[in-house]
């Protein structure tokens, strides 16, 4: 009898056809690489018949290349944020190149790059690239805006026109372009609603829009067209792009600040402006970080010093809790719901400020802002 061959050992995940190892030996893998990575990003409208199939045929192929990031498949296209050891780039683009559905599709590599964006491969097959809330027959999605390169952006900003900020709230708070519109809203359906709302009476004039990588905007340019809107450009390549292009012809750049990312950088800077404040003390500045209580884990704005103060969180309730022991820790988090996926900011810093001066006021009085944890505590001893 014959017995089929073991698998190989040498690339575990690719077995599986998933990341298997923690945290933590992810990081070190990546410290352990010591290459220089690329972090890039790009996506494309495409028909694709069978998503899984493509999805594992894209593991296995990307694993081999060193391919770390977040991917996106549906049968509407693909949208990928990934790092690749930079020798490897010219491989990956012959492999993209080699697949039909995907050939040319135009890369966005990012300005600033520590190579940790990215710990694992992830590829997920999903029902829409952009969880948009939007209803596709609803509308044409094929009717989008006019692409825009940075040079003609920054011309039909100066001619006056009305330039809208497509991201979410958090996103725009560290960086935006000069003078744009931006939402209120942290969902993208929210944003979308509220900006068609503000500009009722702007339909026939000219409004530029912009996001991230440009894939919002597809979209978001679509629907604006549908509800009247007769002259919509739209940032082609995105804010990423448009780094890239006033980098590489010496152009002004109009966008002031960091640009938000999704991934381990959290943002990558584009000009030196501060365009925002640290929400604990009020001054010029924009460290966008997480609150490092991993029950709270909320985004927000801390300058160095408040980092130091607060230990690195948003809150001295939040500082009270993280400075403890790991132990009394992971007994205070049982039966506590864990964050949530979704990404939550603060978006009332005034609201902030008046619950550190409270807190800190109590804890002052009493000494604890958790009277539960003295008997955890005691418990752990
Ligand atoms: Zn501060
Ligand atoms: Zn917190």
């Known amino acids: ?201 702007k339909k026939g004039e000219p409004v530029l829009l912009y996001c991230t990588g440009g894939i919002r905007c597809e979209k978001a340019s679509a629907w604006f067209r549908h509800h009247g809107f007769t002259n919509v450009g739209q940032l082609h390549g995105g804010i990423i792009d448009y780094a890239r292009q006033v980098r590489a012809k010496d152009l002004p750049s109009k966008y002031l600040g960091q640009n938000f990312v999704f991934d381990g950088r959290l943002a990558e800077r584009i000009t030196d402006d501060v365009v925002s404040k640290c929400m604990q003390c009020g001054t010029p500045n924009d460290r966008i970080t997480n609150c490092q209580q991993s029950t709270c884990n909320i985004l927000f704005v801390q300058c160095e010093a408040c980092a130091t103060k607060y230990a690195d969180c948003c809150s001295p309730g939040c500082r009270e809790i993280h400075l403890l022991p790991e132990t009394v820790q992971r007994a205070w988090r049982k039966g506590r719901p864990s964050t949530s996926s979704k990404t939550k900011a603060i978006s009332d810093p005034e609201g902030l400020r008046l619950r550190i001066r409270e807190e800190e006021e109590r804890l002052a009085l009493s000494g604890t802002l958790h009277p539960e944890l003295t008997k955890l505590t005691n418990e752990a001893m």
Request: glycine share 6%.
């Open 1 to 201: 009898m014959c017995r089929p061959h073991a698998p190989s050992l040498s690339l575990p995940y690719v077995e599986e056809l998933r990341n298997i190892l923690g945290p933590k030996e992810l990081r070190e893998r990546l410290y352990a690489e010591g290459v220089p990575r690329t972090t890039l990003s790009f996506y494309r409208y495409v028909r694709l018949t069978d998503a899984p199939r493509l999805r594992d045929a894209l593991f296995r192929e990307w694993t081999e290349l060193g391919v770390y990031g977040r991917i996106y498949l549906a049968t509407e296209g693909i949208n990928a944020q990934l790092s690749i050891p930079a020798q490897r780039l010219d491989e990956f683009r012959k492999a993209i190149d080699a697949r039909p559905e995907f050939a040319d599709v135009p890369f966005k590599i990012a300005v600033e790059d520590d190579g940790m964006s990215f710990l694992k491969l992830t590829i997920k097959v999903r029902p829409k690239l952009v969880a948009d809330g939007l209803a596709d027959d609803a509308f044409d999605t094929a009717d989008v805006g006019q692409h825009l390169d940075a040079e003609s952006f920054n011309r039909l900003m100066d001619e006056g026109a009305t330039v809208v900020d497509m991201r979410n709230n958090y996103e725009a708070l560290i960086g935006h372009f000069d003078g744009a519109l931006l939402p209120k809203s942290d969902t993208f359906r929210g944003a979308v609603e509220e900006m068609l709302d503000k500009l009722e009476d």
